[in-house]
């Protein structure tokens, strides 16, 4: 297996524009995480999905974000006006159970100006 | 609120040294205690700790936990250079809303 795949791997924007990242997850893991890591806060989780469906939202920074999982193989993370405290390394992980090891895709480094 | 304290914050030793970080944790409903590497990109997965007292070894690593005291301890003994990562912390939690709770890490430098 290739492991959980993120894109883009480095994405540089603008204050105000929307950004979008993506996450293909390990086939057969029914739970996904998104996760945002900064020097000040560390690795936060963000929103987790099972099989598909939104379960814990509470760490979303506000309504700026948005995630969703139209399928078991592939979500996306939305920050819609973005802005240069969004700036972090936003990880994806999946794994088969709750309680198993998360497997972390590679990150996407995110930096708004 | 959840949290997961780990100490020092960062550490530099010599090739051949041991190690040991500490992670302490308040966690509700507290399932595990999990201790990933990482380097310069993702985390990996090293333990994942559910009993008190036994210990888990993965080649010169070896880490185990106490659920009394809530803290759990990562050694690494005769490191190398390639053991320089952060090392990071997290508590799983269980029931409705299930999570990892990670620490900031211990960024761990082994110098030749």
């Known amino acids: 297996d290739a492991g959980v795949i993120q894109s883009p791997r480095h994405e540089v924007t603008e204050m105000g524009q929307e950004v979008t990242l993506r996450c293909k997850p390990i086939?057969?893991?029914?739970?996904l995480f998104w996760y945002r890591q900064t020097m000040m806060r560390g690795l936060e989780l963000l929103i987790y999905?099972?099989?598909?469906?939104?379960?814990?939202d509470s760490g979303m920074p506000e309504d700026r974000f948005s995630a969703k999982m139209p399928n078991a193989s592939f979500s996306t993370l939305k920050i819609q006006p973005s802005e240069p405290r969004d700036s972090a390394v936003y990880f994806c992980?999946?794994?088969?159970?709750?309680?198993?090891?998360?497997?972390f895709g590679p990150g996407t480094r995110l930096t708004v100006l | 609120e959840d949290k997961v304290v780990q100490s020092p914050l960062s550490l530099v030793v010599h090739e051949g040294d041991t190690v040991t970080l500490n992670c302490s944790y308040e966690?509700?409903?507290?399932?595990?205690l999990l201790w990933y590497k990482q380097e310069k990109k993702a985390p990996t997965f090293l333990f994942m700790l559910?009993?008190?007292?036994i210990e888990k070894k993965s080649g010169r690593l070896s880490s185990i936990l106490d659920k009394k005291e809530l803290f759990s301890i990562l050694n690494i003994t005769a490191t190398q250079t390639g053991d320089s990562a952060v090392y990071l912390c997290?508590?799983?939690?269980?029931?409705?809303?299930?999570?990892?709770?990670f620490g900031k890490g211990t960024k761990l430098t082994v110098n030749p």
């Open positions: 992980a999946s794994t088969e159970q709750l309680a198993g090891t998360q497997y």
């Open positions: 086939s057969g893991h029914d739970y």
């Open positions: 999905f099972n099989n598909n469906v939104p379960i814990d």
């Open positions: 966690v509700t409903n507290f399932r595990s």
């Open positions: 559910t009993s008190s007292g």
């Open positions: 997290a508590g799983a939690t269980q029931g409705g809303s299930e999570k990892l709770v």
